[in-house]
């Protein structure tokens, strides 16, 4: 059996938008670059730091602040290859010196208070023991470990360092090394970093020290639908796509999708975990359903439940022409009343329908952000201007008119009454 061993490792940007650990090569007493990993090559600027694993060791543990909850520790050693591998030598040599019961070299620098590292890796286990959902729990620790980076380069190693001070400097550590996302402004992306580092302190006691009004100000974007134009776009690229042999996914695929998503204001979520006996099909409507243990065939373990717990207040009723897609749907697959309307390859929910509306949207030349929310924000507008806001509410399955009024978008074509107006204001100006 081979001895523990403190490992170097990377976490990286891969091309497919994922942020997975790497081992790292050591050659001639320095990190070998670019690094290179399961067949894909990282350079510099696809890595985002260096990190040290290395086991706990009862009793004389290096990891400063450690008190003994966890197996093994990821000790943050920065960005720079020449000083991460440093550090990385030093914790090597003190490492092989506590597993035979000698001291390190560099003694271990004690901290009072709770471990930082420990209470994140608690407060993961909890998240996943309360079910919360994959996505949310993926949002918080990708928060919290960005927030651990920035601990680990100040000094930080409790919760109970954590105060006003600390935490302006984190926003100023999100400024220098995020990278914000195209069409998003950085303060809303700061704010919602703040938002889930919040529920991790206020879940272990300490409480976000930071007050809300010095937080960076939101800025509000402009509220996006698709135009008509352009879903019909979408709908006329489905038929124009070159598909390979083995793709299985259709254009009927497609349509169905967009369909769906135009007609039913359906959450991402919601739509990949939709099965048909969701839909009522002599009535022509359909709901938000619970899924308990069993409800997924081949995959007895599978939960889920809505946003709030909840179904719709009122079923939404669905067109003729969107029934009928399903009826066919539910035939061309052979689909049982428990199958799940657009599942994966392997009959799970499919995660990545996002993928199938990126690809219509630019084979369509759609403009703007490209997503399956935006779906729901046009079904939103739609239903708020025909039977008004508080109809979209009970359909969007939102507890407030204030949640529903934030997707109402303008239309993108003034009516021709205003442009009336507007010609009538400024023609004695002339041409």
Not at 105 to 119: A, D, T, W, Y
Request: hydrophobic content about 35%.
């Amino acid at each position: 059996m081979s001895k523990a061993k403190a490992v170097l490792v990377a976490r990286v940007k891969s091309s497919n938008g994922q942020f997975p650990f790497v081992a790292v090569e050591v050659k001639r007493n320095a990190i070998k670059l670019p690094i290179e990993a399961n067949g894909k090559v990282y350079e510099l600027d696809a890595i985002l730091g260096y990190f040290a694993r290395y086991p706990h060791v009862v009793g004389n543990c290096l990891f400063p602040g450690c008190i003994g909850n966890v197996q093994r520790h990821v000790e943050p050693l920065g960005k720079d290859h020449t000083e991460a591998y440093a550090k990385y030598q030093r914790i090597e040599r003190d490492f092989s010196r506590v597993r035979e019961g000698k001291l390190p070299v560099e003694p271990v620098k004690i901290v009072n208070g709770r471990s930082l590292e420990e209470l994140i890796a608690n407060f993961e286990q909890e998240c996943k023991a309360k079910q919360r959902k994959p996505r949310t729990v993926e949002s918080y620790m990708k928060s919290l470990e960005q927030f651990s980076k920035f601990c680990a380069a100040a000094g930080i190693k409790t919760v109970e360092q954590i105060d006003k001070g600390a935490m302006l400097r984190f926003v100023g550590w999100l400024e220098k090394n995020l990278e914000t996302r195209a069409g998003g402004h950085p303060n809303n992306t700061y704010r919602n970093k703040l938002k889930d580092v919040r529920v991790f302190l206020n879940d272990v006691g300490v409480g976000m020290p930071l007050k809300e009004k010095d937080w960076p100000r939101e800025v509000k974007a402009r509220k996006e639908k698709y135009s008509v134009e352009a879903v019909k776009n979408m709908l006329n690229a489905a038929d124009d796509i070159e598909r390979h042999d083995n793709n299985l996914w259709s254009a009927d695929d497609d349509k169905d999708l967009i369909h769906f998503l135009l007609k039913t204001g359906f959450r991402d979520d919601e739509i990949g975990h939709a099965q048909y006996s969701d839909i009522n099909f002599k009535n022509g409507t359909v709901n938000v359903t619970a899924k308990p243990r069993g409800s997924f065939p081949g995959s007895p373990e599978l939960t889920w439940t809505p946003k709030n717990n909840s179904a719709r207040e009122k079923d939404i009723v669905i067109d003729a022409a969107l029934l009928k897609r399903l009826e066919k749907r539910k035939a061309r697959y052979e689909a049982r009343s428990n199958s799940l309307i657009f599942p994966n390859k392997i009959g799970k929910p499919n995660d990545h329908l996002i993928r199938v509306i990126q690809r219509l949207a630019n084979e369509a030349g759609v403009e703007g952000r490209i997503g399956m929310h935006k779906f729901r924000k046009t079904f939103a507008t739609l239903i708020a201007k025909e039977e008004g806001i508080e109809a979209a509410r009970v359909l969007l399955g939102h507890e407030d008119i204030a949640t529903t009024q934030r997707y109402l978008a303008a239309d993108e074509i003034a009516p021709e009454q205003d442009r009336k107006m507007v010609k009538k204001r400024f023609e004695a100006f002339g041409d």
